[in-house]
């Protein structure tokens, strides 16, 4: 089975600045996806990022970009020039490319509370 | 234009009782899911649909039952419910082809008494 380990539990950046969360994650397949949400206070579940496995180069999505290392089974989410609106939980999550039905499910990490502060 | 909407969005009840919650999605996906997000904030599948069949049914308790009326709506049933059932519940649903990204409702915090 597929884990996923996010080891910050909590993180602080000052606005402007930029922050790494980091994620691993422990897999025999090859072939599978890697995702960050975001839930803010509100509680929804937003997509930041996505990334394929098949993939060599790391996705960026304005300011999120992340470090996709498939080797060391790492992929940590960076975020630059910080806003007030990115304090929230970060989630990372695992799919498998697997194309039967269980392989659709989302294994998620336990989340690293991102604070930003002026 | 909601693309994932979930009813309701607080359910306050006593133990024993049952409770249904709604999902519906306007994406035009045909795959649903249900995910339970406890106090210590860990997400973790219970169950999904593909075309009103069963796909995934993790190790959970059989008082959760899951209905599929159509492709855009899973609903969640919970029979005699327990202490340990206070949870946030969502609904994401996505196309079924292989690594889609899952969108998600906005949640149901169950609370119960």
Redesign the interface.
Known sequence: AQTVTQSQPEMSVQEAETVTLSCTYDTSESDY?L?W?K?PP??????VI?Q?AYKQQNATENRFSVNFQKAAKSFSLKISDSQLGDAA?Y?CAY?S???T????????G??TRLQVTL | DTAVSQTPKYLVTQMGNDKSIKCEQNLGHD?M?W?KQDS??????MF?Y?NKEL??N?TVPNRFSPKSPDKAHLNLHINSLELGDSA?Y?C?S?P?L??Q????G??T?LLVL
């Open positions: 996806y995702f949400y839930q509100s509680r929804q579940m937003i997509l996505r394929e939980m989630f799919r490319g697997g194309y039905g269980t392989a659709s499910k989302l294994t998620f336990t989340g | 795959t899911y995910y210590k904030k860990f997400l973790k599948i999904s593909n796909i995934i993790e946030v969502f994401a996505s079924y292989t690594g990204t899952q969108y998600f906005p949640g915090r």
